[in-house]
């Protein structure tokens, strides 16, 4: 055997749940008909090719035409990576006797080549499934392959809908690793899901998660936000202390901004985090599931002008430290819509989130959310991102489940004299100190200092 020769999975998430690959090594990526096995060997292909490394892809179904259209649809140009001699496509058909199959796999496959797929080993197990002694000798042969030639080796297997047991022999315990490639329903959308069976020689702590196949992308694997220890404390922000004394945090804080259910509600926690982000240099992101990313920048924009600035410097801010994501929470299933949220936090990488209307996805789904969403926040937190979510109180066990697990939350709630008028009181709920209590006039005074304190980081511009 030669050097050891070192690989990657090639795909966004898989290579953090399965790590680096070296020689000899065997991957078993097995799943239902249309999951997506096809494009994840040929995705690992493409990804070592760029590297230079050589593949040999040996199928019994894929048509060459409609296997490269498909891949390149995907983002995998494997004709440009054939041209440089680092792609070979070969197909056997399904009539070939065991005998014959193994023949021709035996002439193609030398050490010219550092990685093998066999799509699929299905049927080649199935020509032998009454022969123990065949059935033996071919995992044998596959078991041997990836040591004598020093590469690695990708077998693709099928399993029929609705199970998830491979019943293929002992072939799962010939490979380095097991990856099953599953449908599921979740809120009604079909829902892709992998789980990480084996993996010999990195610690395993996610055995499922969720993974998407795109045009342009390709297979993008989502790996879950879950920590073994809860992250550590961070350090202070700038805030201020003039009107807020509270409101003084850490880098990773978790803040909640309940209001009261009226129509666009909330509008000066996010004139408030600008003014956070600003003093700080830091980016914000606000993620929307109520209003489109042209209505909330143009009503942040109105706001803005409110303090004093004028179109153009309104503009320049929101251009600098503004990034606006809105979603549909209901278009997607809730694994789905986290999911999505931390992409484009990892493209963005802000230092503030906001949540905007989390009232929306949390009174349908606030049992099932409460242990993605602290997953989600305690990763944030970790990252030392600043979270803050804004929405209406439509239940209070929802509110009273997000108050516990967040450090800071304000709730803004309406008080209606008998003159007539109404009266806003703000309760103010942080770790380890008894609630406050402020009046209208503290919350007015604060929401006029960050409009002045924006006009003159504006007039410095």
Same mark, same amino acid.
């Given at each position: 055997?030669?050097?050891?020769?070192?690989?990657?999975?090639?795909?966004?998430?898989?290579?953090?749940l399965?790590?680096?690959?070296?020689?000899?090594y065997?991957?078993?990526?097995?799943g239902?008909?249309?999951?997506?096995?096809?494009?994840?060997?040929?995705?690992?292909?493409y990804?070592?090719?760029l590297q230079?490394?050589?593949?040999?892809?040996?199928?019994?179904y894929?048509?060459?035409e409609?296997?490269?259209k498909f891949?390149?649809r995907?983002?995998?140009?494997?004709?440009?990576?054939?041209?440089?001699?680092l792609?070979?496509?070969?197909?056997?058909?399904?009539?070939?006797?065991?005998?014959?199959?193994?023949?021709?796999?035996s002439?193609?496959?030398?050490?010219?080549?550092?990685?093998?797929?066999?799509?699929?080993?299905?049927?080649?197990?199935g020509?032998?499934?009454?022969?123990?002694?065949?059935?033996?000798?071919?995992?044998?042969?596959f078991?041997?392959?990836?040591?004598?030639?020093?590469?690695?080796?990708?077998?693709?297997?099928?399993?029929p809908?609705?199970?998830?047991?491979?019943?293929?022999?002992?072939?799962?315990f010939?490979?380095?690793?097991?990856?099953?490639?599953?449908?599921?329903?979740?809120?009604?959308?079909?829902?892709?899901v992998?789980?990480?069976?084996?993996?010999?020689?990195?610690?395993?702590?996610?055995?499922?998660?969720?993974?998407?196949?795109?045009?342009?992308?390709?297979?993008?694997?989502?790996?879950?936000?879950?920590?073994?220890?809860?992250?550590?404390?961070?350090?202070?922000?700038?805030t201020?202390?003039?009107?807020?004394?509270?409101?003084?945090?850490r880098?990773?804080?978790?803040?909640?901004?309940?209001?009261?259910?009226?129509?666009?509600?909330?509008?000066?926690?996010l004139?408030?985090?600008?003014?956070?982000?600003?003093?700080?240099?830091?980016?914000?992101?606000?993620v929307?599931?109520?209003?489109?990313e042209?209505?909330?920048?143009?009503?942040?924009?109105?706001?803005?002008?409110?303090?004093?600035?004028?179109?153009?410097r309104?503009?320049?801010?929101?251009?600098?430290?503004?990034?606006?994501?809105?979603?549909?929470?209901?278009a997607?299933?809730?694994?789905?819509?986290?999911a999505?949220e931390?992409?484009?936090?990892?493209?963005?990488?802000?230092d503030?989130?906001?949540?905007?209307?989390?009232?929306?996805?949390?009174?349908?789904?606030?049992?099932?959310e409460?242990? %993605?969403? !602290?997953? @989600?926040?305690t990763y #944030?937190? =970790?990252?030392? /991102? *600043?979270?803050?979510?804004v929405?209406?109180?439509?239940?209070?066990?929802?509110?009273?489940?997000?108050?516990?697990?967040?450090?800071?939350?304000?709730?803004?709630?309406?008080?209606?004299?008998?003159d007539g008028?109404?009266?806003?009181?703000?309760y103010?709920? %942080?770790? !380890?100190? @008894?609630?406050?209590? #402020?009046? =209208?006039k503290? /919350? *007015?005074?604060?929401?006029?200092?960050?409009g002045?304190?924006l006009?003159?980081?504006?007039?410095?511009?």
């Amino acid at each position: 055997m030669g050097d050891v020769k070192k690989f990657v999975m090639g795909v966004p998430g898989l290579d953090k749940l399965v790590g680096e690959v070296e020689t000899p090594y065997t991957l078993l990526v097995a799943g239902h008909p249309g999951a997506g096995k096809t494009t994840l060997a040929a995705a690992v292909c493409y990804a070592n090719a760029l590297q230079g490394r050589k593949c040999l892809y040996v199928t019994f179904y894929e048509d060459r035409e409609k296997f490269f259209k498909f891949m390149k649809r995907l983002g995998l140009d494997l004709e440009s990576v054939e041209l440089r001699g680092l792609f070979r496509f070969v197909r056997f058909p399904q009539v070939l006797s065991f005998e014959q199959a193994v023949e021709g796999i035996s002439k193609v496959v030398t050490e010219e080549y550092d990685i093998v797929v066999i799509d699929t080993i299905t049927a080649l197990l199935g020509s032998v499934r009454e022969g123990a002694e065949r059935r033996a000798w071919l995992l044998n042969y596959f078991y041997q392959l990836p040591t004598v030639l020093n590469n690695f080796l990708i077998l693709v297997a099928e399993l029929p809908f609705g199970e998830e047991k491979l019943g293929l022999d002992p072939i799962e315990f010939v490979a380095d690793a097991t990856l099953l490639l599953k449908h599921r329903i979740e809120d009604g959308f079909l829902t892709r899901v992998i789980e990480v069976r084996k993996v010999r020689g990195a610690p395993v702590h996610v055995a499922e998660t969720y993974f998407t196949i795109t045009e342009g992308t390709g297979i993008v694997v989502f790996a879950p936000p879950v920590l073994a220890e809860l992250p550590r404390e961070s350090e202070e922000i700038i805030t201020f202390e003039e009107y807020m004394k509270f409101i003084r945090f850490r880098k990773g804080y978790i803040i909640n901004v309940f209001y009261p259910p009226e129509p666009g509600a909330g509008l000066d926690t996010l004139l408030w985090a600008l003014a956070v982000a600003i003093k700080n240099n830091m980016r914000m992101l606000v993620v929307s599931y109520t209003n489109p990313e042209s209505v909330l920048r143009e009503a942040l924009k109105n706001k803005l002008m409110e303090c004093g600035l004028n179109d153009e410097r309104a503009d320049k801010f929101l251009d600098k430290y503004v990034n606006i994501a809105a979603l549909n929470p209901f278009a997607y299933g809730l694994t789905q819509l986290i999911a999505r949220e931390l992409m484009i936090i990892e493209r963005v990488k802000p230092d503030i989130v906001v949540f905007w209307g989390i009232h929306i996805p949390s009174y349908v789904r606030y049992v099932d959310e409460l242990k %993605e969403l !602290f997953n @989600e926040l305690t990763y #944030l937190k =970790s990252k030392n /991102v *600043t979270t803050i979510r804004v929405g209406s109180c439509l239940k209070e066990d929802v509110c009273n489940a997000e108050t516990a697990i967040s450090d800071v939350t304000l709730r803004f709630v309406r008080v209606f004299k008998r003159d007539g008028s109404i009266d806003t009181r703000l309760y103010v709920y %942080e770790r !380890f100190k @008894e609630p406050a209590v #402020l009046p =209208s006039k503290a /919350v *007015t005074g604060f929401v006029r200092l960050c409009g002045k304190i924006l006009k003159e980081l504006a007039d410095k511009l």
